[in-house]
C-alpha cells in the first residue's frame, strides 16, 4: 500500500516538472510578448524593414511594435478592393482572374485601398500627410515660414544682338544715270553730315534738266510782258523744270543757273542722312543707274536691340517698360533702354518672341552684331509669395508642403503667376498666414509615396 501512494507521489512531480517547463506562460509571471510590426531607423524618415538589421545610413533599426502604433479613426478606416487587370491594358478590370479580351494575356491581381470616407480630396490627405517626430523633422532639417504677401521684383533674363535701327538707315542712291567722277566718301566707317558731299557725276540727263530750266526762265522772263493763256503757260513750263531738278537732287544749282545761266557739266550730289558709312558700293568711274546704291549709311547715336523672350514670360512684357544691359565688352558698365515693340509671332522652333528694345548710342559703345545680356524689369506689385526652394513640381501638378498641425504635414497644389530669382507669386491654393515648408520638402515627398506604397 506505501510503495502504490509512493509511485502516485511520484507520478504527479514529473507531471509538475513537465508542464512547468512546457508551459511556463501558466506558471511564468513575465509580462507576454510584444509583438513587433517591422523595424526602423528613427533618423530616416520612411524607413521600414520587416528584420532587424542597418538602415541605408548606417545605423541600427530599432522595433515598432503594435501598441505604438497610432489607431486609425474608424469614420476614416480604410479597406483594399481587389481587381484582376491586363499589364498591357489597364482599363481592362475583372472582378475574377481570366484572359484579357484584348490581348488574351492572363489577368494579374491588383490591389486598390479606398478610403472610407467618400470624398476624393479627403482620401488625398490621408494618403499623402506625413507626421514626423521632433528628432526626423531636425534630421531632415524641415523649416517652414508664415506665407505673406511682398512687393515681388520681377526681371526677365533675355539675349540678343544690337542692330541698326531701322528710321536711322538710308541707302543713297543715284538719282540718275551717269559716270562717278569723284567720291568725297571713300571708306566704310566713314563720316557723314547732311549736305555733305558724296559724289561728283557726268550726266547727260542731268545736263538735259539744267538746259530745260534755262529755257523755261528765258521764256518766262520773254513773257512778263504778255498776258492771259502765254503768261500761264510759260510759269508752268518754269515751275516744271524747277521741280525736276529738285527731283533729281540738283535743286542747290537752280540760284546758280539763275546768275550764270550756263549748265553745268560736272553736278555734286549731296548726303541726305548723317551717320556712318556701313557700305561702299561704287568706284571713281563707275556709270552708275537710276536708283542704284552708292553707299549704306546709319545714324548709331540711336540703335535697337532684338531680345528673345520665352512665350511664358510674354505675358509680362509691355511697351515702355524699361530694359537694362550688359555685355562682355563692357563688363562694369550697363546700358538702360526701354521696350518699343512686341512680335506678334511666336517663333515655332525657339519658343520664344522677338522683343525690341531702343538705346541711345552717342558715344558709340553699342556696336553691331554685340552680343547682350538683358533683363526686362516689371514693374513691382504686392502679391502672395512663396520662396521658390518650397515649390515641388511633380510633373502633372506643382505643390507646396504645408505644417497643418505641429509637425503634420500636408501637400496643397497650387497656381503660379511671376517668378523671381528668389520667389514665386501664388495665384491660388494658399492663404496669408499659412506655414509652408521651405527646405526639406522633398524628403517630405519621399515620405509621403512610401506611406503610399505600403499601404497598397
Known sequence: MNKRILFVLAGLAVLAVAAIYLYPKFFSSSKPERKILYWTDSMLPGDRSDRPGKSPMGMERTPVYAEEAQPESSAHANHAEEYYTCPMHPSVRSDKPGACPVCHMALVKKTKVINGDDSSNHDMAALEAVRLSSTQRVMANVATMTVDRRALNKEINAVGVVEVAEPNFKHISSRFPGRLEKLYLSYTGQQVQVGDPVAEVYSPEAISAQQEFLLALQSQEISKMATGTIANTSTQLFEQAQQKLVLLGLERLIPELQQTRKA???????????????????????????????????????????????????????????????????????????????????????????????????????????????????????????????????????????????????PREVVLGAQTEEYYEVLSGLQGGEKIVVTGGFLLDSESQLQQAVRQ
Do not use: C
Request: glycine share 4%; charged share 25%; hydrophobic share 40%.
Open 264 to 410: 553745268r557739266e560736272i553736278v555734286t550730289t549731296y548726303s541726305p542722312i548723317r551717320g556712318t558709312v556701313l557700305k561702299k558700293s561704287v568706284d571713281p568711274q563707275h556709270y552708275t543707274w537710276t536708283g542704284e546704291d552708292m553707299y549704306d549709311v546709319a545714324d548709331l547715336s540711336i540703335v535697337w536691340m532684338y531680345l528673345e523672350v520665352y512665350e511664358k514670360d510674354i505675358r509680362f512684357v509691355k511697351t515702355g517698360q524699361p530694359v537694362r544691359m550688359t555685355s562682355e565688352a563692357y563688363p562694369n558698365e550697363a546700358f538702360t533702354g526701354k521696350v518699343t515693340f512686341i512680335d506678334p509671332t511666336i517663333n515655332n522652333e525657339t519658343r520664344t518672341v522677338r522683343v525690341r528694345a531702343e538705346f541711345a548710342n552717342r558715344e558709340g559703345k553699342l556696336r553691331l552684331g554685340l552680343y547682350v545680356k538683358a533683363q526686362i524689369l516689371i514693374p513691382s506689385n504686392e502679391a502672395l509669395v512663396v520662396p521658390t526652394s518650397a515649390v515641388l513640381t511633380t510633373g502633372k501638378r506643382t505643390v507646396v508642403w504645408i505644417e497643418v498641425q505641429e509637425n503634420m504635414f500636408e
